[in-house]
């Protein structure tokens, strides 16, 4: 089928590639030049892990085209999937401006049917925005379906290769049929395409980041507790996740969530809650309790150094808000970092994929370091904020020997409790005793 993806941000890159994979023929329109000219040339603009390697095959085959020109993105593809940004707005809902912008130009373009497929992450009601306004301008027949990604930043490549669902929001069946027939080869072992309508495809998005999110603040708050009663959050979490009604995933407490997804998505619901004059009261709750979370560990940091970070090296390992991802995007590291320069203290971070747009964001305000161990070389203490597997195993008897003093605060819940204080460390994690 002959597809065109319009944004190659993660969503639309991912898209892009994957649907060439199954030998499609896909076109990918950006308006930033210089990124269409990289990608060209077979540079990958974003770290996600297995991403450059079915980039680079089907760009070799040709089933991979960038371009810059939306005239040719739209004459090449029947299926015209949006993946653009919807950046948070003051108030907190989400910004359609980029979306509805191009969908005026598809209805001024457009000279043949199209199927125009929301993947981006809209609130309730943004297809029949796109519909809308599309039509003013258009003089031929189209549809618009709602079609949102369920991509883990991390394991993208994988998600969407082998989905758990496919949702499909569609009032045609004609456009039905169409996006049955792009699917299927993902579906092959059995897991759903689900068709509904397109204000429920929206929402479905929305409810299960929500819902998510909510899974991860409720266990911060378990671990704040336990801290306080002397109760372990780690037995309590395999004690509540071996009830299937719960399950084992989402339990794992620490500084909070961050990312494009789960702040971004949480807020603007609430607000479409508001704009019905409906107040989503978990969802407040949940906002307040993860913004104070990411510095949660700070307190702990100051009685430590008995209240004065002044001039304190701290190091901190870990910068993106998850690993396996350059995306810094409501980083928890970054409010740590922000909380402890405001203390006084000085920052060494170290994170394998993040640095460079951590240095973009903050320039000379903290120091980088070429590994982790040199970035705990001197340092007064070592903060983990993203649990990256090469911090899993470190050498404790080298780390020992490079920090001034045995001090680790572990926003991650890294380590096991028992075995790093049989190392000698003074060891602070969330919610376990």
């Keep these: 089928m002959k597809i065109t993806v319009i944004g190659t941000g993660y969503v639309g890159l991912v898209t892009g590639t994957c649907l060439a994979e199954t030998g499609n023929e896909v076109v990918c329109v950006d308006i930033d030049a210089e990124k269409v000219r990289r990608m060209q040339n077979g540079e990958v603009p974003i770290y996600e892990p297995q991403l450059d390697i079915l980039f680079e095959r089907n760009i070799k085959a040709g089933r991979l085209i960038f371009t810059t020109s939306l005239d040719e993105g739209l004459h090449h593809g029947e299926i015209v999937f949006l993946a653009l940004p919807t950046p948070e707005d003051e108030d907190g809902s989400a910004d359609l401006s980029y979306i509805l912008d191009v969908a005026d130009k598809i209805g001024q373009k457009i000279q043949s049917y199209k199927i125009i497929v929301d993947k981006s992450t809209v609130p309730v009601g943004t297809s029949e925005k796109v519909k809308e306004t599309i039509a003013r301008h258009a003089k031929v027949d189209f549809d618009v379906v709602s079609n949102p990604e369920f991509l883990r930043e991390g394991f993208a490549v994988e998600d969407f290769l082998k989905p758990e669902r496919i949702i499909v929001g569609s009032s045609s069946e004609r456009a039905t049929e169409k996006m049955r027939k792009l699917y299927n080869p993902f579906v092959r072992s059995g897991n759903p395409i689900i068709i509904m309508d397109e204000k429920s495809a929206e929402l479905t998005k929305y409810a299960a980041n929500a819902f998510l999110a909510t899974k991860i603040t409720f266990m911060n708050e378990i671990a704040n507790y336990c801290e306080l009663v002397g109760a372990d959050v780690d037995k309590v979490r395999i004690g509540i996740g071996s009830d299937s009604r719960i399950g084992k995933r989402f339990l794992f407490p620490g500084i909070g969530y961050g990312g494009s997804c789960f702040p971004k998505d949480v807020k603007a619901l609430h607000k479409s809650g508001k704009d019905k004059n409906y107040d989503f009261q978990i969802l407040e709750s949940v906002m307040k309790v993860n913004q104070s979370q990411k510095t949660s560990l700070i307190p702990k940091i100051k009685n430590y150094f008995g209240g004065n970070l002044k001039d304190k090296k701290i190091a901190v390992w870990g910068l993106a808000f998850k690993p396996e991802t350059d995306d810094i995007r409501e980083a928890p590291a970054l409010e740590v970092i922000k909380s ?91 919610g376990r005793i």
Aim: glycine share 4%.
């Design 340 to 430: 402890l320069l405001d203390e006084g203290a000085q920052i060494t971070a170290y994170d394998p994929e993040a640095m460079p747009n951590v240095e973009r964001k903050l320039g000379n305000q903290i120091a980088f370091a070429a590994s982790m161990y040199e970035a705990i070389t001197d340092a007064d203490a070592l903060v983990i904020c993203t649990e990256w597997s090469i911090f899993r195993t470190p050498d404790f008897v080298k780390m020992k020997q490079l920090l001034k003093q045995p001090a680790l605060f572990d926003g991650r819940n890294v380590y096991d409790v028992n075995e790093i204080k049989e190392t000698g460390f003074d060891y602070f994690s969330v």
